[in-house]
């Protein structure tokens, strides 16, 4: 019988290493990759049962390639492993799409029953933060903060990269539109958002989450 493939998806090396590691008896690992955007392309090509991936990536960060993972209708189960303890995170993983949301610390002795977990069509969440997420879901939808709501999956494709101190040329080939079309979102989410400068849009994308400092 042929082990369920896994797809990993780290921007730290050693990580990586260590989860191969961890993660090879049982699983069968098709791929590593370093950041969103080739997991992406590698989800694509490689339809693994489940991918395990980081919230803090560079290129597109862990949530949007859930998000996008589910637009392409892949059927891979998600699993977050993340540095987060905190349960913004952790609803916003869920809300993605994700099946599990394990905290790197925990790996070793949680990470493998995320994976089983998932690949039976169930939910794991750390123990650490799952009574406070469960009290999190209890409350009414409208009362749990989700801070990138007014922003387009485009725009906040663009505020990720500028926030990385990418240019416009270069966010315009990495998403194969024009620089023009990058400054208009850029603009637009400033005149959204309230914000009069790109430093304080680059505040705004580490206060929520979209880039790590």
Known sequence: MSKPTVLLADDHRIMLEGLRTLLEPEFDLVGTVSDGRALLKAARELDPDVVVLDISMPSLNGMEAARK???FGLRARIVFLTMHPDTAYATRALDAGASGYVLKHSAPSELVTAIREALRG???????????LAHAYGESAHHREDADTNLTSRQREVLQLLAEGRSAKDIAETLCISPRTVEFHKYRMMEELNIKTTAELVRYAVKHGIVTE
Request: proline content about 7%; charged content about 30%; glycine content about 8%.
């Open 122 to 132: 169930r939910t794991y969440v750390t123990p650490l933060i799952a009574g406070e």
């Open 69 to 71: 993972l589910r637009e």
